[in-house]
């Protein structure tokens, strides 16, 4: 019963765990946690590694796709549109709160390219197309990086 229970709440661990680490600024270790260990991200980490600059972590979680909240509805994939709108909400409100700790604040162009250096070679559409067996059959739009830019205005 207890192992059935650690089990069930060892994503949950893991990710208390990852926030300890960006905490104390250990990223590589939060990373190394990531790829290998099942976790469960939510919004609040999202958010906070956003503030902290953590986008090394973040590439992580999309490169090994762990980049699901759990809701009261499930599980929901956050893609890089969702992101680019935590990008930018964070850089509004950092920009209007009037903190000082960073340079020249929070541009959006410059926190929106930390993503797009991330380089991420997803093969999601093709794992799609060929389990479907019709490559036109699949359009996964919600992951693309272009279109997340341009819907933004950052082209």
């Given at each position: 019963?207890?192992?059935v ?7 949950i ?30 919004e ?8 902290s600059?953590y ?12 980049n ?63 389990a ?16 997340a ?7």
């Amino acid at each position: 019963m207890i192992k059935v229970g650690f089990q069930l709440r060892f994503p949950i661990y893991m990710a208390n765990i990852i926030k300890v680490l960006l905490f104390r600024d250990e990223t590589d270790l939060a990373c190394y946690l990531t790829a290998f260990y099942e976790i469960q991200v939510d919004e609040l980490m999202i958010q906070e590694a956003i503030d902290s600059d953590y986008y090394k972590w973040l590439n992580y979680v999309w490169a090994f796709r762990k980049n699901y909240v759990v809701e009261a509805s499930g599980h929901r994939e956050v893609n890089l549109h969702d992101l680019f709108d935590y990008i930018i909400n964070a850089c509004k409100k950092y920009n209007e709160s009037g903190r000082t700790d960073k340079h020249n604040g929070m541009k959006i162009s410059q926190e929106l390219e930390k993503v797009c250096k991330w380089k991420l070679a997803y093969h999601h559409h093709e794992e799609l197309a060929e389990a479907y067996k019709d490559p036109d059959e699949v359009i996964d739009e919600d992951d693309n990086i272009l279109k997340a830019l341009l819907t933004h205005m950052e082209d």
